[in-house]
């Protein structure tokens, strides 16, 4: 077997080459990991940092904080933002429509009956309209809530009447809400809203809107008419919810009510 043997001259040319292929060799070790593949987790894409905040994203996170505090301070009946407004926010229950509920925005005008829109606005705060059910519901005519559920209540409230206000500013038509009434300076809390396009036969007898339905008319028509005039007022006072519950269980009611921001 023939050695091919290397002159002294060809080692000594050699050897550079074999120290830069040394040379090479060690930095691939070394640093090839790193470059084509990763085992240290220091070196891997970090979740978090893949989500560091931006000043933009910060901005959009405000703005939308800012958002949701003027949303809750629009709905929250003690916000600075609502305590003199006279728009009222009524949510309605137990309705005809698909969804059974609806929200209905009644717009108050003290320009029309100051006295009449002070004593909404107190009832209002003091959660009365709570559970109160549309008792007497006449097709194309009027819907009329206002008792309180609890007789305790009721009977609190039914002594405490206020005078009228006059004269009539506004006419009696369709979603006009208005105080009922049994004679001169009898208003206490029974309400109701016009539904027909003109009830104007109600303003000679001084019956007075303190303020219109803006927003929800077509959920004040999904009320339940089905009992009409059948539930007893004189029950109701003395039995309150229980009564009406029990004999008339389809009655739509408000389920909750407030003031809110002006539209």
Request: net charge positive; hydrophobic share 35%.
């Amino acid at each position: 077997m023939t050695t091919v043997r290397m002159t002294k001259k060809e080692q000594r040319c050699s050897r550079p080459k074999f120290i830069l292929g040394t040379v090479a060799a060690i930095f691939l070790l070394v640093y090839g990991v790193t470059l084509f593949g990763c085992d240290d987790p220091s070196h891997a894409p970090q979740p978090n940092k893949l989500r560091t905040n931006t000043n933009n994203e910060a901005a959009v996170d405000t703005t939308i904080s800012n958002v949701d505090n003027a949303n809750d301070k629009n709905n929250d009946p003690d916000s600075d933002v609502n305590k003199d407004s006279n728009t009222i926010e009524l949510d309605l229950a137990n309705l005809t429509n698909e969804a059974t509920t609806g929200k209905v925005i009644i717009q108050l005008h003290p320009e029309w009956a100051p006295k009449g829109v002070a004593r909404f606005l107190e009832l209002t705060d003091i959660n009365f309209w709570q559970d109160c059910r549309f008792f007497r519901v006449v097709p194309d005519f009027i819907v009329q809530f206002g008792i309180n559920g609890d007789p305790k209540v009721s009977a609190e409230w039914r002594r405490n009447v206020i005078t009228d206000d006059s004269p009539v500013v506004e006419t009696n038509r369709r979603g006009t809400l208005v105080f009922a009434t049994s004679g001169k300076d009898t208003r206490t809390t029974q309400m109701f809203i016009n539904t027909k396009k003109s009830n104007a036969f109600l303003d000679k007898q001084g019956f007075v809107p303190i303020g219109e339905v803006v927003e929800g008319m077509k959920y004040v028509d999904a009320i339940y008419q089905g009992y009409g005039e059948k539930p007893n007022q004189g029950k109701i006072q003395n039995e309150g919810n229980k009564y009406l519950k029990k004999k008339f269980p389809l009655l739509s009611y408000i389920s909750s009510g407030r003031r809110v921001a002006a539209l």
